[in-house]
Every structure is written in structure tokens, then in C-alpha cells.
T-cell receptor, first 114, second 114 residues
Framework: GDSVTQMEGPVTLSEEAFLTINCTYTATGYPSLFWYVQYPGEGLQLLLKATKADDKGSNKGFEATYRKETTSFHLEKGSVQVSDSAVYFCALVPIGGGADGLTFGKGTHLIIQP | DTAVSQTPKYLVTQMGNDKSIKCEQNLGHDTMYWYKQDSKKFLKIMFSYNNKELIINETVPNRFSPKSPDKAHLNLHINSLELGDSAVYFC?????????????FGSGTRLTVV
């Protein structure tokens, strides 16, 4: 079945550091890919998404590029802030989407220190 | 106006009790879901409803039963609660199958069984 693998956390960085959170996937065909963020005590918020190969999703300074050849969707940010501390989830939905629901990775806890 | 709203936000109950969690979406989406997030933050889909028909049931115990009175509501009933049911439960919705996938999550219900 479909699966998503994320780097294990927690990831601890200093403010203004460069961030990369790795995500690779296994799926049939060309799934849509997502990054969700969960701030402490809150629900899931869509951070960015990409629906076809070579698409780049971006939001709030975060970027991720859909790489079909490496089946990856790594999340990057050039300069992190303390407010970026959260749990980040990579997810996919199979081609056709809709009712199949999201398959999530296990989440990466990001801690940004001042 | 909250797009996907869940009630209650917190629920503490004793083992053996029966409880319900309500979910409503005002986005006009066709499909609704329930996800369970365990203590390690892992998210797994429990149910999916499309036009009031159950289309996914991911080996969830039959003590859990989704009820959808209409397209905008998907409630979760849990009978004979067990300690292992303690988790955060998220409701979500998405538009029609075949459209560009997009998922909106509620803020979650933290269930604690004592």
C-alpha cells in the first residue's frame, strides 16, 4: 500500500537556521503531496501542496518540490523562526484523490531555539 | 465562520461508557473523514463518508460507528470505551472525487478514557 516516510525528530535548530525535513513516498502512479503543520495544542493546517511532478508548493517561506525521480517532497525554509516550532506531517493522496483520504508520515517535531 | 467544527474539544470519560463526537462542515464538500492521532502523533484514517455512504473502514473496531445524517455532518459514536481509545480524533472534509484534492481539518477532540 501507499506509505510516507519522514525523518525522525525532534529536530532542534537555532533561529535563522536553514531547515530541511526529508520526506519520501511509495505510491502507485502520481499521487498528490502535502505538508501539514500542527502547532502545539492545535489541529492540522495545510502548509503547502503539489499535485504533479516538478510542481513547487510554497507558503509562509516554506517550499517543497515534487520530485518524481526520487519520490521525494522535502520541506525547506531558508531562515526559521521560533514561531515555526511545531510538528510537520508529510502526506499523500492517490491519483484520483477525493475519497481515499490522506496517508500521513509519522510527523517531525521541529524545535526552534532563540 | 469555522469551516470544519468538532465538539467537544475535550472529553474525559470512564471505561465502559458510550460517547459521541460531532463534526460539521460548511464548505459544501462531498466527503468527510475521521482520523485518530495517537500519543506519538501518528495519524491514521478511520472512516470516510461520501454522500452518506461509508467507503473506507480501516480495520477499526466495531465499537466505533460513524453516523452521517446529511452531507454536512459526520458524527463518531464510540461504545464501551477502553483505555486504548484515548487519543485525539480529527474530523476532515474534502471536495468531490476527481477534483483537485484539498482537505480541511477540524481542531480535534482530545478523548481521555480513565
Amino acid at each position: 500500500g501507499d506509505s510516507v516516510t519522514q525523518m525522525e525528530g525532534p529536530v532542534t535548530l537555532s533561529e535563522e537556521a536553514f531547515l530541511t525535513i526529508n520526506c519520501t513516498y511509495t505510491a502507485t502512479g502520481y499521487p498528490s503531496l502535502f505538508w501539514y503543520v500542527q502547532y502545539p495544542g492545535e489541529g492540522l493546517q495545510l502548509l503547502l501542496k503539489a499535485t504533479k511532478a516538478d510542481d513547487k508548493g510554497s507558503n509562509k517561506g516554506f517550499e517543497a518540490t515534487y520530485r518524481k525521480e526520487t519520490t521525494s517532497f522535502h520541506l525547506e525554509k531558508g531562515s526559521v523562526q521560533v514561531s515555526d516550532s511545531a510538528v510537520y506531517f508529510c502526506a499523500l493522496v492517490p491519483i484520483g484523490g477525493g475519497a481515499d483520504g490522506l496517508t500521513f508520515g509519522k510527523g517531525t517535531h521541529l524545535i526552534i531555539q532563540p | 465562520d469555522t469551516a470544519v467544527s468538532q465538539t467537544p474539544k475535550y472529553l474525559v470519560t470512564q471505561m465502559g461508557n458510550d460517547k459521541s463526537i460531532k463534526c460539521e462542515q460548511n464548505l459544501g464538500h462531498d466527503t468527510m473523514y475521521w482520523y485518530k492521532q495517537d500519543s506519538k502523533k501518528f495519524l491514521k484514517i478511520m472512516f470516510s463518508y461520501n454522500n452518506k455512504e461509508l467507503i473506507i473502514n480501516e480495520t477499526v473496531p466495531n465499537r466505533f460507528s460513524p453516523k452521517s445524517p446529511d452531507k454536512a455532518h459526520l458524527n463518531l459514536h464510540i461504545n464501551s470505551l477502553e483505555l486504548g481509545d484515548s487519543a485525539v480524533y480529527f474530523c476532515a472534509s474534502s471536495p468531490a472525487i476527481g477534483t483537485r484534492p484539498g482537505y480541511t481539518f477540524g481542531s480535534g477532540t482530545r478523548l481521555t478514557v480513565v
